[in-house]
């Protein structure tokens, strides 16, 4: 049984690997309505470079990403595709719900067939509030959460029960 599997890896070791998680985050864009045009400004436009922060924004598929970027109105005819989204990437896997509409409904929280927030499907990392959100608005969740991943312990996500993320 190694060290980390033990839950004892050493201090260095665990700065060492949470470094390297945190510039290395490959990104799954899951745009679904009008914030997938800010979404699609920060991640390619070359004024809002994320490469910089260590994030690939192109991934192939989800089975590649570390981090999915829910943005827009998630209806309950698409929370199944979102849940299946999710569960095809490998762990560990981050999640930013980014906007009104994903983060609680947004302007139609009242209707029949608007999930009232991505939460209600899979667990968020962070929340990016705006409706919609500028591009700067998602770089600082970018950076919120890549010092979460900098400040958490591996072994917690390797021992296969719930990661519990103090806010």
């Given at each position: 049984?190694?060290?980390?599997?033990s839950?004892?890896?050493?201090?260095?070791?665990t700065?060492?690997l949470?470094?390297?998680?945190?510039?290395?985050?490959w990104v799954?864009?899951?745009?679904?309505?009008?914030?997938?045009?800010e979404m699609?400004?920060?991640?390619?436009?070359?004024?809002?470079?994320?490469?910089?922060?260590?994030?690939?924004?192109?991934?192939a598929?989800?089975?590649?990403?570390d981090?999915?970027?829910?943005?827009?109105?998630?209806?309950?005819?698409?929370?199944p595709?979102?849940?299946?989204?999710?569960?095809?990437?490998?762990?560990?896997?981050y999640?930013?719900s980014?906007?009104?509409?994903?983060?609680?409904g947004?302007?139609?929280?009242?209707?029949?067939?608007?999930?009232?927030?991505?939460?209600?499907i899979?667990?968020?990392?962070?929340?990016v509030?705006?409706?919609?959100p500028?591009?700067e608005?998602?770089?600082?969740?970018?950076?919120?959460?890549?010092?979460?991943?900098?400040?958490?312990?591996?072994a917690?996500?390797?021992?296969g029960?719930?990661?519990?993320?103090d806010?």
């Amino acid at each position: 049984m190694g060290l980390v599997e033990s839950g004892k890896s050493p201090k260095s070791l665990t700065t060492l690997l949470n470094m390297s998680r945190k510039y290395s985050l490959w990104v799954y864009q899951w745009g679904l309505a009008c914030c997938a045009i800010e979404m699609g400004a920060a991640f390619v436009a070359p004024r809002y470079d994320v490469m910089r922060l260590g994030v690939i924004p192109l991934p192939a598929s989800p089975r590649q990403a570390d981090l999915v970027v829910i943005s827009g109105t998630v209806t309950d005819k698409m929370a199944p595709s979102v849940k299946r989204l999710y569960e095809q990437m490998p762990d560990p896997k981050y999640v930013i719900s980014m906007g009104s509409c994903a983060n609680c409904g947004g302007p139609y929280w009242d209707s029949y067939s608007v999930t009232k927030g991505v939460d209600q499907i899979i667990p968020v990392d962070v929340y990016v509030p705006g409706c919609p959100p500028r591009p700067e608005a998602l770089l600082e969740g970018i950076v919120l959460l890549q010092e979460k991943i900098l400040n958490e312990d591996p072994a917690d996500r390797w021992k296969g029960g719930p990661l519990v993320i103090d806010g």
